[in-house]
């Protein structure tokens, strides 16, 4: 394959140069996985460029840090390493390096299998759109609760699960659970959720993180970011609103939670940065920065019922986001919490002040209240079985795109007996 | 050294034959660290064992499970293989299998360095104790509130933060962060955390665990459960309380877990099996078990001010726990969340009706209203730098003792700014 051809065919679509976002692949008929970054229809073997000696320059260490089957040993490398690898990339893609002569490095896309690219340690989900806080609020305790006391001074986050953590394309299978009693002084009941959500999030890889008792200052803070992924954090609202009280959510949201394959570099971002909503009162200076915080990301979420056709149910933007990624990990370590290198972090549902933009059916629907029209017959509240939803994004400028590619999970009914 | 002394010797001891409990050390002047088993005033290295042929029967797989720096290889393996490693090592000890010859197996105590024995990937802390939770309550919502409608119905549980979970004797520095407003219209308050807590209780080690969409039933649970460890879930009250609405702990949690070096087999603790507290009402079916579900396990906490005399600060007992740990995990993974080896489950604080039963400072001074005498002129409400917490439990039974050790940590100061 002739490589200059592909990044000629590749400039015109989401995956051109200018984004060069990471993967874990297995190659056609092979078990083993290893690094790969996609260009156009087409993947790069990661593993076969280090062993030629494309990324001398990087100093990436005596161990292959591609040939993994993760991106952790890369993410751990720092900065300064994923700076010099996409610059030998760029130069080997503008042909001022010449390809390893006789290495097959190039697999097109639809024949490998894509893997989650990533072993996370932790999990942290934050909350940080202020539109979603305001929405959820409301509907759960009214319009003069809707944000509580603590919203506007820091960005309120969660442990999530980090062992359920799935790639795009794995089915999600609806979730037993305890559900509040319908009457008060009985039993709750027990059955398979009937209030299926989707969240639409953005994720982002830590790395290389603080030891523990340090931590990073909001001006490092960006430093420890490795890229962005779309993630859905799959929710079950009738399990959640019963047990959520007093220490927040858990069997409601463990059940899944999903990235999309491709990690976009934050360097590669850097062009669509944009000044993030203003805040008003002031963060306390560990919060405070000079430099804008937020990324204009276009973001969508379409549901395909069974047999039906795509329905978009919403199109937000990252650059909603209150609190940036920034500030949530300046926050997040505040304390000393370490993190570690290809840590997962998440922005909680990013939702705009339009109803078109917010980003999961608790408030698309205000609690149930309002059924969506899916255009063809179909109303939905919450998801049903066989329901695909597929979560979308990309950054535009003048006309040249850089995207995400796909986060789509579909639901598998919910097994037969409680226990299965 | 004579094995069979050895064992002479540990009989009276909390690591006699009866016990065995497994830990990750590095034998003096080595770096790379291996599987032990702990007896009397020593530990035997359970590498050279295994290389030596004494598990052959246990199955363990082509690969070394001991020769690895944490327990996880062992733990995957499953009950049936602890089950026959235990069995030839009980018959080694008791002379009925002769020692590999010519081989150095056996370390003192003294000489060897202690890790943390397990690699956890997801640390979930229940507040499984009603004593524990209906203090909390009444402390932060008065008494008509001690336990929220869920609390008799389900295991309530949050995820905790894996990175910060370090092994007994680790120093914990005190964190920064923000507090509650002294004004409620002005800005909240930054700076070390004032209120700092320890909270007692037991962790458990999960194995082999279930596979993501599958649940356990309550009646398989205990396969799933390798060891037992004494866990202090340090917590800073000032830091949690303004945080955690809507979604739980957090930064007041997760910047510091203490685990005890010693995993205690669930085999060695069958004999300390009783029934835990009548449950009214009658859980849901899922959670309901035929087989006493609770353990025997008398535990304590202890404070040592800089420079002052050990005191018992509470004398309490695993048996109070009214979820047990085969609910916990039933519960857990009632909606198909994954358990993986390694992961670690804990009971919350551990309290029992009486005041000097109370897990934490914040019910033993209920709030910080009543400081607490030490009885050298030394009073406490919260924790102090230079303090030193040290929690013991063992379980007993006809004058015989088998002993989980300790876990303790001592407090150093913050760091002098915010930015560290």
């Given at each position: 394959m002739d490589l200059l051809k592909i990044v000629r065919d590749a400039?015109?679509?989401?995956?051109s140069p200018r984004n060069l976002p990471y993967c874990v692949f297995s190659p056609p008929q092979e078990p083993s996985a290893r690094v790969g970054v996609r260009l156009g229809n087409f993947l790069l073997d990661m593993g076969v460029l280090e062993s030629a000696g494309l990324f001398k320059q990087a100093a990436l260490g005596p161990k292959s840090v591609f040939n993994q089957p993760s991106l952790n040993a890369f993410i751990a490398c720092g900065k300064t390493a994923w700076h010099e690898v996409r610059r030998a990339l760029l130069a080997l893609l503008s042909g001022a390096r010449r390809p390893p002569g006789g290495l097959s490095f190039i697999y097109p896309r639809q024949s490998v299998l894509l893997r989650l690219p990533v072993e996370i340690g932790d999990y942290t989900d934050f909350y940080a759109s202020k539109h979603h806080a305001s929405n959820v609020g409301e509907v759960l305790r009214g319009k003069d609760q809707r944000l509580l006391n603590n919203w506007l001074r820091l960005p309120v986050a969660y442990h999530g699960r980090a062992s359920s953590i799935v790639v795009s394309g794995a089915g999600i299978r609806r979730p037993w659970g305890q559900t509040r009693?319908?009457?008060?002084n009985g039993p709750p009941e027990f059955s398979p959720s009937a209030r299926l959500d989707f969240e639409l999030e953005v994720g982002y890889l830590i790395g290389p993180g603080n030891s523990l008792g340090d931590s990073i200052s909001i001006k490092a803070a960006?430093?420890?970011?490795f890229g962005l992924v779309l993630l859905n954090d799959w929710s079950a609202r009738d399990i959640q609103s019963w047990e959520y009280q007093p220490l927040g959510p858990f069997l409601g949201k463990n059940f899944a939670t999903t990235i999309s394959p491709w990690v976009v570099p934050l360097e590669a971002l850097q062009p669509y940065r944009v000044a993030g909503p203003k805040q008003d009162p002031a963060p306390l200076p560990y919060l405070?920065?000079?430099?804008?915080?937020a990324f204009d990301i276009q973001l969508e979420a379409w549901l395909t019922p069974p047999n039906g056709q795509p329905h978009r149910l919403c199109y937000t933007n990252f650059?909603?986001?209150?609190?940036?990624m920034a500030q949530q990990i300046a926050h997040h370590t505040s304390n000393g919490c370490n993190l570690r290198p290809g840590d997962l972090l998440a922005s909680g549902t990013v939702s705009g002040p339009?109803?078109?933009?917010?980003?999961?059916l608790l408030e698309l629907t205000w609690g149930g209240d309002e059924p969506i029209d899916l255009g063809d017959g179909n109303q939905r509240v919450w998801l049903q079985d066989g329901d695909e939803l597929t979560i979308t994004g990309w950054c535009e400028r003048e006309g040249a795109r850089i995207g995400f590619g796909s986060n789509s999970g579909r639901i598998i009914p919910a097994h037969p007996s409680p226990q299965h």
């Open positions: 400039e015109s679509s989401e995956f009693p319908r009457d008060p960006e430093d420890h970011i405070q920065s000079e430099q804008d915080g650059s909603y986001l209150y609190w940036s339009e109803k078109s933009e917010r980003g999961c």
